[in-house]
């Protein structure tokens, strides 16, 4: 269906290489872009055509976080680019050096 075009395989190997290769992206992406900024861990849930869903610690409790991308996402290829410019928009925000990808 339109609003949906990555496989569930596909959800699962970004899901699995973000928490795995990139958990301090993740959370700096939540805590910039999430609206939880008192976030001491995150990792990815999910993803769909319209944003990702996270879940953050938060007092030791998760949230659910929904982070909306900057326009809607037909192709694989195009998740790595939101992410990495949504890390750097993050990285922005917190004040923070973004390391190179």
Not at 62 to 78: D, F, G, K, M, N
Request: aromatic share 4%; with cysteine; glycine share 10%.
């Amino acid at each position: 269906m339109p609003s949906d075009p990555f496989s569930p395989s596909v959800v699962d190997a970004v899901t699995a290489h973000m928490n795995g290769d990139h958990p301090e992206d993740t959370l700096v992406i939540c805590r910039a872009l999430g609206g939880v900024p008192e976030a001491t861990a995150a990792r990815m849930t999910g993803l769909d055509s319209e944003g990702g869903d996270y879940a953050a610690t938060v007092d030791g409790t998760e949230r659910a976080v929904r982070i909306p991308w900057s326009a809607p996402l037909t192709e694989r290829s195009q998740i790595r680019t939101e992410v990495v410019r949504m890390y750097e928009e993050a990285c922005a925000g917190l004040g923070l050096t973004p390391r190179g990808h």
